[in-house]
């Protein structure tokens, strides 16, 4: 008898024991990434902050075709801040912890969060001389007495541009949000639009670094949007000439646009929810031959278009 009620005991424990295994929970959510550190990602849901890991089974796709049905497997790298994505796995272990079975993105949210990337990487960049700034200077402080003082004050000073700088990291990174929640709803309310403003960028061969002349194009086409309170959108579009391969011509159309886009951004306070994600047009709609010269320099262009809504701009024509 005690021989069964031991046996019944076992086969009672490894059940429990199997439904913990195979328990494990399910959880499906979509948000917007604001942090990724290795494969941990912290995504930004309605529902709070999710801490997503990868791994080497995870599966990263996007839609493509019409549908969006048929799925194309993509790489970690393509997992930066700022990208709106779904993401689906079994519990990490602690609330709000999730191991990837399958994470799903939008190239048209790829490309917008690229152009956040391409606005906060100078910020990080000048973040980073700042630190580099403090190290050399507390070593200073170690190797030479006579200069302590000074060093100090020095160090100060970077630990003043070290707080200005994670303050404009902390405002890129609050656009990223925005990214996600106003990209769709502003299309729908812009209704019919008209072209109100026209403004083309042109580059060097193989170049996608804006002139001064440019830039103050640009400032003028964004002071003109800057005077409407509602039912507009700056489109952006970046072309190449026939010289070289196709690949490269489509790169170097993305550079121009996301060039000009960090420039609207960073120096002309346009907000990131009123610019059309860049297109990256390639060697496509050439304005010119691009067997001659002159043609060739008018199709390494970026095209920059003020958008209004028909009725706003009904006001003004």
């Given at each position: 008898m005690y021989r069964r009620i031991g046996i019944a005991s076992l086969m009672a424990m490894f059940f429990l024991t199997s439904v913990s295994a195979f328990g494990a929970d399910k959880i499906k959510n979509k948000g917007v990434v604001t942090l990724r550190n290795g494969d941990t990602l912290t995504v930004k849901t309605s529902e709070g902050d999710f801490?997503?890991?990868?791994?080497?089974?995870?599966?990263?796709?996007?839609?493509?075709?019409?549908?969006?049905?048929?799925?194309?497997?993509?790489?970690?790298?393509?997992?930066?801040?700022?990208?709106?994505?779904?993401?689906?796995?079994?519990?990490?272990?602690?609330?709000?912890?999730?191991?990837?079975?399958?994470?799903?993105?939008?190239?048209?949210?790829?490309?917008?969060?690229?152009?956040i990337?391409?606005?906060?990487?100078?910020?990080?960049?000048?973040?980073?001389?700042?630190?580099?700034?403090i190290?050399?200077?507390?070593?200073?402080?170690?190797?030479?007495?006579?200069?302590?003082?000074?060093?100090?004050?020095?160090?100060?000073?970077?630990?003043?541009?070290?707080?200005?700088t994670q303050q404009e990291v902390t405002a890129n990174k609050a656009n990223i949000n925005e990214v996600a929640s106003s990209t769709k709803k502003r299309f729908s309310e812009m209704g019919e639009v008209v072209t109100k403003s026209e403004y083309t960028v042109l580059f060097s061969t193989g170049q996608y670094g804006l002139t001064s002349d440019y830039k103050q194009g640009l400032a003028e086409l964004a002071k003109q949007a800057l005077t409407y309170p509602k039912g507009w959108v700056i489109s952006v579009a970046g072309y190449a000439d026939s010289v070289g391969n196709a690949a490269s011509n489509q790169t170097?159309?993305?550079?121009?646009?996301?060039?000009?886009?960090?420039?609207?951004?960073?120096?002309?306070?346009?907000?990131?929810?009123?610019?059309?994600?860049?297109?990256?047009?390639?060697?496509?709609?050439?304005?010119?031959?691009?067997?001659?010269?002159?043609?060739?320099?008018?199709?390494?262009?970026?095209?920059v278009k003020l958008l209004l809504n028909k009725g706003v701009a009904g006001g003004d024509m």
């Open positions: 801490t997503v890991t990868i791994n080497s089974d995870t599966k990263i796709q996007h839609g493509v075709g019409l549908t969006g049905i048929r799925k194309k497997q993509d790489t970690p790298d393509v997992l930066i801040p700022g990208l709106k994505m779904k993401f689906e796995g079994e519990g990490g272990g602690q609330e709000n912890q999730v191991i990837a079975k399958t994470i799903d993105f939008d190239t048209d949210d790829l490309a917008l969060a690229e152009v990337q391409a606005g906060l990487n100078p910020t990080a960049q000048q973040q980073a001389r700042n630190m580099q700034a190290s050399t200077n507390e070593a200073g402080i170690s190797t030479n007495q006579g200069a302590i003082t000074a060093n100090r004050a020095s160090i100060a000073a970077t630990n003043e541009e070290v707080a200005a170097l159309s993305k550079q121009r646009a996301q060039a000009v886009v960090a420039y609207l951004l960073q120096d002309c306070a346009v907000p990131v929810g009123r610019i059309v994600a860049p297109g990256a047009m390639g060697e496509s709609n050439p304005v010119d031959s691009n067997e001659t010269t002159s043609g060739r320099t008018e199709n390494r262009r970026v095209d």
